[in-house]
């Protein structure tokens, strides 16, 4: 059963414009200019119950936009959508009672207080028992290893902390369908990983279908199963996450730093060698022909190792690619 | 209703936390307190009576003590709501189910009463060194009413301001204008008792002397008939300014366009 389901959605913002200068300033204030930006440019596509939906592309492609709209936060420009059965933007508080929400730049916690406050305050806010609460907080702070700081003002936390007593309040009620946006942005890979962990847990345990929209591509592929690509607010590309691995994310991009000079003439077999300087390289190599082990150890015969640094594809070239395909 | 209270109840709480700055914040009001005795001492013995158009001394100090609880308590809820469209964290306020309005009014009380109780006793405990005890405590109750429904209009009036940074985003002028206006002729600065007929007429045909003036001159005049003169003229302002406030805050949210992507 599909529980989100979006035909034909636009979103048109239209944003003022002003030249520099202040003779640019009068100008727009005698006669201002308006621009209409496309933010949401036709989108049309289907979630399933329980799905990890994958929305991933680069800044200002529109992944915020789709789900302030699914949320029922923003109205559409035109085009239709249901989520859970509701239509967003006309039955915005109930379908709120059904859905979890998080926003990795915007904390819905009482900074100045404990989590502990903030998931009580949940409890009243979703209409839920005081009894059937306390359950569920003590479920949540097991599931997400946060009792050790829950009673700690929020203020004082680190932001994987944070982050993690964020997810788990976006949980306190059940919902159906949790919408994360950017949940990992500025968390280190500790933390991600944790976040990510979780969020499968409770997808397996409690049957939460998630819609992730993030532009880190790790994040998709440790996670979700299927993906939406998106960009200057069209659907860029649909599959499943296995697809996308196997087309576009075979490649590595690996950086490492010697303790002594690198090797004159330095080259290791089935990878292509970006960048040499006096103590570090630069390479990159398809996973699919030359294994990441394999890498390693030939890095680490060439000279005694002091920082290695291994990063996936940017999302930028991944569509970059994908569109190169398109066009040709 | 309880969801509202429990969101008045953390945001008391989250005052709370840093009770230190309240009590700092409440010392402007003995300063203030202070100026204005040495105002009104000179006025008063300047005209040798011991009663200005039906106030005493001891009436119009207490009157801005209360007058100036009241404007020191408020809440900066324009700013607030104002901040939460340019930066678009309305958005994220929006998505709980719960009214938005309501959900500003319970953090607005809660605000509200933290500062008031503040403000109050640092207030109360200079006017009464400086002029003798508060009047008749009977009337408290029919103050707190009044109190509480001219906050309630102060907060439609703040809810449209902030709203119109959905217009025009930069609402500081507005602000201003605002708070002006219950300087003058809301009774901030002076008991309208002592302004000329015709601007004390204007003045009670508008709103704001029903937020400040009204409640802090019950509490030197706690009378049956003032208070229900007041109240009903607070009732008639506040039901049109809520629905007005209701009005707009539907329109503009269906236009909600987000800052910040």
């Not at chain 2, 009380?109 to 405590?137: M, Q």
Request: charged share 20%; proline share 4%.
């Amino acid at each position: 059963m599909a529980v989100i389901k979006v035909s034909n959605l636009k979103k048109v913002f239209s944003s003022k414009r002003k030249s520099a200068g202040l003779q640019g300033s009068l100008r727009s204030l005698i006669r201002p200019e308006y621009q209409l930006v496309d933010a949401v440019n036709d989108i049309s596509f289907e979630m399933e119950s329980g799905e990890l939906l994958g929305f991933i592309g680069p800044n200002g492609a529109g992944k915020s936009t789709t789900i302030k709209i699914l949320t029922g936060i923003l109205f559409p420009s035109s085009g239709d959508a249901e989520v859970l059965g509701y239509v967003p933007w006309k039955q915005r508080q109930k379908l709120a009672f059904h859905i979890g929400t998080v926003f990795g730049q915007r904390p819905q916690l009482w900074y100045h207080l404990p989590a502990i406050d903030t998931f009580y305050l949940f409890g009243k806010i979703y209409e839920l028992e005081d009894r059937e609460v306390r359950k569920r907080i003590g479920f949540l702070a097991e599931a997400f290893e946060i009792q050790e700081f829950l009673e700690t003002p929020v203020r004082k936390l680190s932001l994987g902390q944070r982050m993690r007593c964020e997810v788990a309040a976006s949980f306190l009620h059940s919902p159906k369908l949790l919408l994360l946006d950017e949940p990992s942005i500025g968390l280190d890979v500790v933390a991600k990983q944790r976040i990510r962990d979780t969020v499968r847990q409770m997808n397996e345990l409690e049957g939460v279908g998630v819609l992730l929209t993030s532009h880190d591509a790790g994040d998709i592929e440790a996670l979700c199963s299927n993906v939406i690509i998106i960009n200057h607010g069209k659907i860029a590309y649909r599959d499943k996450v296995s697809n996308l691995k196997r087309h576009y994310l075979t490649s590595k991009l690996v950086e490492v730093r010697y303790a002594e000079q690198v090797p004159a003439g330095f080259h290791i077999a089935g990878t292509d060698t970006l960048k040499v300087g006096h103590y570090g390289v630069k390479l990159k190599f398809d996973t699919l022909q030359t294994p990441v082990e394999s890498v390693i150890a030939e890095l680490a015969k060439s000279g005694s190792l002091v920082d290695v640094t291994i990063s996936d594809p940017s999302l930028e070239e991944v569509i970059r690619v994908i569109y190169g395909e398109a066009a040709a | 209703m309880k969801k509202y209270w429990a969101i008045f109840k953390i945001q008391l709480l989250n005052r709370m936390a840093y009770a230190g700055d309240l009590i700092i914040q409440s010392l402007t009001i003995i300063l203030f307190m202070w100026i204005f005795m040495q105002l009104w001492k000179t006025t008063y013995h300047s005209t040798s009576q011991d009663t200005l158009n039906g106030l005493t001394l001891h009436d119009t100090m207490w009157y801005l003590m209360m007058a100036e609880t009241i404007m020191l308590s408020k809440p900066r809820l324009s700013r607030t709501i104002a901040a939460t469209v340019k930066d678009g964290s309305i958005a994220y306020l929006l998505n709980k189910p719960y009214h938005f309005i309501l959900y500003q009014l319970s953090i607005g009380v809660g605000d509200l009463a933290a500062r008031t109780l503040f403000n109050l006793l640092s207030g109360s405990i200079i006017v009464w060194i400086l002029v003798g005890p508060p009047p008749d405590p009977r009337g408290w109750p029919l103050v707190i009413v009044a109190f509480m429904l001219g906050w309630l209009i102060d907060f439609c009036l703040n809810t449209l301001i902030g709203l119109a940074a959905f217009a025009s985003e930069e609402i500081a002028a507005f602000e201003w204008i605002y708070s002006k206006f219950l300087l003058l002729l809301g009774g901030v600065l002076i008991p309208l008792d002592f302004l000329p007929p015709f601007l004390r007429s204007v003045s009670m045909a508008l709103p704001f002397a029903y937020t400040v003036y009204g409640p802090a001159r019950l509490f030197v005049d706690p009378t049956l008939e003032r208070f229900a003169g007041l109240v009903s003229m607070q009732l008639i302002w506040l039901l049109t300014l809520g629905l007005f406030t209701l009005f707009v805050f539907n329109k503009a949210s269906s236009r909600l366009a987000i800052n910040g992507g």
